[in-house]
């Protein structure tokens, strides 16, 4: 996926175009997602990328509003006496 992109920006930007990406600032919010490749196995380590999204800018105000959800779920769903190893708060995600 994010060769892609890079493909089409090389597309656009190139001296046949007379396009300079330094004219041209942009920024962009991007978010992968991967997954273990099952086929490789762990041992290989390979990643796949499954997924790229593209957030606006309007897209920031809702981190506090993800913190707050996030904080809302391990409360309800982490056990008291855990402490927070990344077991019990993927267990508790997954529960919710």
């Given amino acids: 996926i994010s060769c892609k992109l890079l493909e089409i920006c090389c597309s656009v930007y190139n001296s046949t175009t007379g396009k300079d990406p330094k004219d041209d600032i ?31 800018a309007s897209f920031a105000t809702h981190g506090q509003d993800l913190t707050e959800v996030h904080r809302y779920l391990l409360t309800k769903y982490l056990p008291r006496d855990a402490n927070l190893r990344m077991e019990a708060v993927s267990e508790a995600l997954s529960a919710a």
């Fill in 26 to 56: 942009r920024l962009h919010l991007m978010r992968n997602d991967f997954m273990l490749d099952t086929q490789k196995g762990p041992a290989e380590g390979a990643m796949v990328q499954i997924e790229l999204n593209m957030m606006s």
